[in-house]
């Protein structure tokens, strides 16, 4: 194993991800229930000791809700940019309180990590990179749109864990409120099936090497998994890119924990 990664959740009821290597494991925010998260560590067969550090991409409660108590439980230093603490009014010991700088690579034990701007109405939201023996895996959700400096960042992932959160005609056909509706829409809003399948075309032009996609953070009341999947396949054959040939494209359940994908 080089580098591995787990979605304990993803979608707007919570969000909780983890990348480890061999010796290191790092948690990628923490929407859900401590007991949740400490299940989804004993699923993946993670011990305790190996765990390293907890990355907060913004400040929303789907992404934050029990920082407190897993630090309680793990002494865990908690990463955040000091926009996002600024923001986030949680009571933790400030040496516990680390920040980083997008765009400029730090590391947690023997994984390297990159955060980098992504565009939700959230104080200064991020993506991540991680970076180990040769690997890499980029999460991207939480975002409105991708932008060419996104692209560039994530076109070199082995594993790429891409948001699709919505269909547009579910979300306009829907029962959210106009503004609710306007703000998924929005380039500050979520990434839409669409969205997904077009900057993935965009990757394989930049980047054709094999890799992996998860679709992640899909939209319990306008999104299913099938669509997802069929939209973003379409858009790829569209352009002549074929999964299981050109690229590997899966899913991630919103309230499941997934298989452990090893690098």
Not at 22 to 33: K, V, Y
Not at 85 to 102: E, G, R, T, V
Not at 227 to 232: E, G, L
């Amino acid at each position: 194993m080089t580098l591995s990664f787990c979605s304990f959740s993803s979608g707007s009821s919570g969000n909780c991800y983890l990348v480890k290597s061999q010796s290191t494991a790092l948690l990628i925010d923490a929407g859900i229930s401590s007991k949740r998260v400490h299940d989804g560590l004993d699923q993946s067969v993670t011990p305790l000791n190996i765990l390293s550090g907890l990355l907060i991409t913004h400040e929303h409660s789907d992404h934050i809700k029990s920082i407190k108590t897993l630090w309680k439980k793990n002494q865990i230093n908690v990463y955040a940019n000091a926009n996002t603490w600024a923001a986030i009014k949680i009571d933790i010991p400030d040496d516990n309180k680390k920040s980083f700088i997008s765009g400029e690579i730090f590391s947690i034990g023997d994984i390297e990590i990159k955060a980098f701007n992504v565009f939700h109405d959230a104080t200064d939201p991020v993506g991540f990179s991680f970076y180990h023996e040769g690997k890499q895996i980029s999460i991207v959700t939480d975002t409105g749109h991708v932008t060419e400096e996104i692209l560039q960042e994530i076109a070199g992932a082995d594993l790429l864990i891409l948001e699709a959160n919505h269909d547009v005609n579910m979300l306009k056909i829907g029962r959210y409120p106009w503004f609710l509706k306007q703000r998924v829409l929005s380039e500050e809003g979520h990434l839409s099936n669409e969205a997904a399948g077009e900057a993935l075309v965009k990757i394989l032009s930049i980047n054709g090497k094999e890799r992996s996609v998860l679709l992640a953070h899909l939209s319990k009341e306008n999104n299913f998994p099938l669509m997802a999947y069929q939209t973003v396949k379409n858009i790829l054959e569209e352009k002549d890119y074929y999964i299981g040939r050109h690229i590997e494209v899966g899913m991630i359940v919103r309230d499941e924990i997934s298989f452990v994908y090893d690098l």
